[in-house]
């Protein structure tokens, strides 16, 4: 079973500019999280999405959006680019991403530089 | 609210030597308790986690975690590491009993094994 996609794995944007990031999650997975990684920040959460509608939301600004499809498929975009955007984005998907621990598998990121 | 403290940012150790990373966390409900690890230019992967039941548990790789609740650790520990074992690991808690399945990581601790 192939694991969580994310393209690209690396982009590079100019201040103000706008990205959108994709995830494909393993197949039969519903629920999508991302999570923004920065060296100051550490790993934090940004979103999940379950059957296309937004579940839980963290503390990042509006600029900060998402959207899931009817495939699952999740993608992520974020408008007004500034330069503390530049992170690894982490996608992650989970079976059914209810209580349970339901563990969560996670891609191999796209590396946003904004210059 | 929910936080995760790993004390130490690195830890250097000899091959074959044992190794503790510690992990503490503070949180008003019941959580699941998680350790990751990333690789260079990886994503995360899932190295054990505690549910319920038994308040140790193994990795297919050699290493364990104690869940103590009346300390609220949950120390990575591995008795023998292999230089393979480099990497950076993180400590991070799930809320039990909701539907949402947001993770609150640690800052992570570099494992830096040399010969």
């Known amino acids: 079973k192939a694991g969580v996609t994310q393209t690209p794995r690396y982009l590079i944007k100019t201040r103000g500019q706008q990205v959108t990031l994709s995830c494909s999650p393993i197949?039969?997975?519903?629920?999508v999280s991302w999570y923004q990684q920065t060296p100051g920040q550490g790993l934090q959460f940004l979103f999940e999405?379950?059957?296309?509608?937004?579940?839980n939301k963290g503390n990042f600004p509006g600029r900060f959006s998402g959207r899931q499809f009817s495939n699952s498929r999740s993608e992520m975009n974020v408008s007004t680019l500034e330069l503390g955007d530049s992170a690894l984005y982490l996608c992650?998907?989970?079976?059914?991403?209810?209580?349970?621990?339901?563990?969560?598998?996670f891609g191999p990121g796209t590396r946003l530089t904004v210059l | 609210a929910q936080s995760v403290t790993q004390l130490d940012s690195q830890v250097p150790v000899f091959e074959e030597a044992p190794v503790e990373l510690r992990c503490n966390y503070s949180?008003?409900?019941?959580?699941?308790l998680f350790w990751y690890v990333q690789y260079p230019n990886q994503g995360l992967q899932l190295l054990l986690k505690?549910?319920?039941?038994?308040?140790l548990v193994e990795s297919i790789n050699g290493f364990e975690a104690e869940f103590n609740k009346s300390q609220t650790s949950f120390h990575l520990r591995k008795p023998s590491v292999h230089i393979s074992d480099t990497a950076e690991y993180f400590c991070?808690?799930?809320?039990?009993?909701?539907?949402?399945?947001?993770?609150?990581f640690g800052t992570g601790t570099r494992l830096q094994v040399t010969l």
């Open positions: 999405y379950f059957s296309e509608t937004q579940r």
């Open positions: 505690y549910l319920s039941g038994s308040t």
């Open positions: 197949s039969g997975h519903r629920s």
């Open positions: 949180s008003s409900v019941s959580v699941y």
């Open positions: 992650a998907s989970s079976l059914l991403g209810t209580h349970g621990g339901n563990e969560q598998f």
């Open positions: 991070a808690v799930m809320t039990r009993g909701g539907t949402a399945s947001k993770l609150t």
